[in-house]
């Protein structure tokens, strides 16, 4: 979109800009001395300045400091808060300009400072690794906020004044919690944003607090944004706002319903965010020269400006979309009407009711009622995982929820005598599970994937005239990379790949295309009356589900196989191997179910048995192993296999992996989340995504594997887990053994592994002298072998009756 003219109120150094909180004025300042303020409304009209060292000058006759320069501003509803490179901060009146006093001096320059929501206090952060605050009225009264090994870049309020946030050079945010006038730390967040070389780095590392305290962003170190809950501090989701370049400016619009975001290439964009549902639509974008340096909503209007680097500054009004400046301006009608029907008393006793920057903590309790406490919520937004697929390109991978869901304006503006109430994970309904494709993913710019497994990715490039769709392989000694044209109307929004073809899909046509030749390619297109919903292609068979419950079959050639309907409940998603598939269905309530069937034989394995997905959880990936295991991911990361689906009545979803736990045993947990492709040779393969990053990027890079793992609880020992896992991974190689897709010496070699594990939980047992739980563990054993092993152990152990009551087993076992 079009720019205005820019202002460039000071040198071709970084701009810091605030509006008052009346939203009358503009203030600004950045490599040099002075202060500007600009009326708003009349912007064309000279703005006052103020050189805010001619005091100092006066007092000491020996010229201007070279280090005089302004770095941060910050302002309240009376007064205006500077900080410089010569270790000063300062504060003056917002009409009057004139100065007010000195908070602090240092001998290292001030980076940051922020006003309490009151205005009675100000944070400070410098490069001497000190951050503080002091109390406008009274500079000697002052919070320490320690803990600091670098210098401090960045500081800002809770909106509720109930706490403030800190950054570090280091990429550490620390939140210091300020129910006393003695600060305590209550959480800490590492390894998420940028680590800068020093504190005049471009990039953004501080937090943004939403407007009702709810949630914070931040900036991750991969140009992605992160939300976190004000109240429990929390991981609740990653926004991939598609950055190439990094962050170096946020900031939430008055309503708490935009994202500004700027970038260190002059890119601003603002996003719309729901902060129920976490779902997010990009709304505007501009370009500028430099990076952007600050961002600043107007207070109570429409209005927008921001900075950069080069000097520029750009105040946006009418440039604003409709949809912005409606929100904005509607939201500030409802506060309005809200503050004009409250009880004339309430009114008067505004600035007396204001939340000072310390309380005791049942004062807080009572105050922050009002706000929403997201930690309560135990909806699927909860999941780390729970952002694998998200629609916003319109495809329908997502539903729209609206449970529960409220204006903004309502949330902030709740009646003054009335507490809000919270959301209790036992309101938590259940949760629609809309059509989906494992491993596809929403536009990212001009980009998406269309689908990805452990053969390759299918990805899509839109542009002007056609799509262009980029098939690609792990192994390239196979098949090489190649592309196809889209020219399609609609365009494919769907993919599936096995090591013969490529199958893609839009809602009405079906193509076949094979990788080493075009000549057996074929299409197919359903009724104009009816779409597809989701596809599926193995070694042997293709597969095609629709919207009216159409499942359809054909072989690789397009030769039609069978067709069935189940029209009752839809079917959502679907995956194939070899002749067998399987089918997805979400009922009433969010209940799924699943179906294997063998398309070729029409023999049916399972039918509409219930799949193990709570109702208020989500199915995020469905796949079959290379050795035939039907697999699942949900959205609390859990990988699930399902064993013996080939025995009527015996079939059974097994946990295998907990993708949280696997997170929290490397150590990564917060910075690294997976996103599936498959599992081969009983290891689970995916690509690790780094911090916030929500989705792959492009190319995708090469994928990881990890053991499989049974969850345990806090109780479970460690060799206890082992033992369930190789337990699990023995019942999986039998079954692939009865389907022929396992040699049996793998019973063998993993019967093997099961009894190794029991030995070394029976030497725990025998160290422990337990023995019935000893006889226990020698009952599962399934070699002699074994069994000679443990009585040799229970000797060890100096536990004769136990190796003569092994022995005695033993002998029973020979006849």
Known sequence: ???????????????????????????????????????????????????????????????????????????????????????????????????????????????????????????????????????????????SLEGHGTAVKHVSYHPLG?????????????????????????????????????STDSKFTGVAWHPNGDIFAIATAYNSIALYSGSDYDHKQSLGVGQSFPISALEWSPDGRFLAIGNTNGELVVWKVDTMDLDYTLVATWAAKGAI????????????????????????????????????????????????????????????????????????????GHGVDLGAQESDIDAPLDDWIVDDDGAGYVEQNGVNKRPLHEQNGAAKDHKRIKTSSLATGPVSQTPFQSGA????????????????YVWTVAQDAHNTVTVSFFDHSEHRDYRITDNEDPNFSMASLSSNACLLASE?????????????????????????????????????????????????????????????DQVVSCASWKDYFIIIRSGFGNRLSYSIENAKTGHVSQK??????????????????????????????????????????????????????????????????????????????????????????????????????????????????QFLTKRVVLELTKDAVERQDEDEDMVTENELEVDKSLLHLLQLSCKANKMNKCLGIVELLSSEEAMEAASKIALRFDMNMLAEKINGLIANRAT
């Open 1 to 143: 979109m079009l720019l205005p003219n820019a202002f460039y109120p000071h040198s071709t150094d970084p701009i810091r800009l605030a509006f008052s909180r009346d939203g009358r004025y503009l203030f600004t300042v950045g490599g040099n001395e002075f202060v500007r303020r600009y009326n708003v409304d009349a912007l064309d009209t000279e703005p006052r300045s103020i050189d805010t060292m001619a005091k100092a000058r006066t007092d000491i006759d020996d010229g201007l400091e070279d280090n005089d320069a302004l770095v941060d501003l910050s302002v309240s509803a009376g007064q205006f808060a500077v900080c410089s490179e010569n270790g000063q901060t300062k504060l003056f009146n917002v009409e009057s300009m004139a100065e007010v006093g000195t908070l602090t001096r240092n001998a290292l320059p001030t980076r940051t400072v922020s006003f309490s929501p009151d205005g009675q206090w100000v944070a400070l952060g410098n490069d001497e690794n000190v951050a503080k605050i002091v109390n406008s009225s009274d500079i000697l009264r002052t919070i």
């Open 162 to 198: 109930t706490a403030v946030a800190t950054s570090s050079v280091d990429g550490t945010i620390r939140i210091f919690s300020l129910a006393s006038e003695q600060a305590h730390i209550i959480t800490q967040i590492s390894g998420q944003v940028a680590k800068v070389n020093d």
């Open 293 to 368: 340096s600050c961002i600043g909503w107007r207070p109570k209007d429409r209005g927008l400006a921001f900075s950069t680097t080069e000097g520029s500054m750009y105040v946006l009004s009418s440039e604003l979309p409709q949809e912005i400046t409606y929100r904005l301006s509607q939201g500030q009608k409802d506060k309005e009407g809200e503050q004009n029907g409250a009880d004339k008393e309430d009114t008067e006793h505004d600035e007396e009711r204001a939340i000072p920057a310390y309380r005791q903590d049942e004062d807080l309790e009572e105050e922050l």
């Open 441 to 456: 993913t929403p536009w990212n710019h001009d980009r998406r994937y269309l689908c990805m497994n452990s053969i390759g």
């Open 508 to 568: 009405k046509k079906l193509l076949m295309h094979f990788h080493d030749g075009i000549i057996d390619n074929w299409e197919y297109e359903v009724s104009s009356d009816d779409s597809i919903q989701c596809i599926s292609l193995s070694e042997s068979i293709v597969l095609l589900c629709t919207r009216k419950g159409f499942v359809r079959t054909f072989n690789l050639y397009g030769t039609p196989l069978q067709v069935l309907r189940h029209s009752r």
């Open 608 to 721: 509409e048995d219930a799949l193990d997905v709570a109702h208020t959880k989500k199915l995020r990936s469905v796949f079959f192993s290379d050795k035939g295991h039907a697999c699942i991911v949900d959205s609390d990361g859990i990988l699930l296999v399902l064993t013996k689906w080939n025995a009527p009545l015996q079939a059974r979803w097994v946990p295998v992996l907990s993708l949280n736990a696997l997170a929290a045993e490397r150590d990564r947990k917060g910075i690294e989340t997976y996103w599936p492709l498959g599992m081969e040779e009983y290891k689970f393969r995916c690509i690790v995504l780094k911090g916030a990053q929500r989705f792959p990027s492009i190319p995708l890079p090469m994928f990881s594997e990890f053991d499989l793992k049974v969850p345990g609880d806090t109780s479970t020992h460690e060799q206890e887990g």
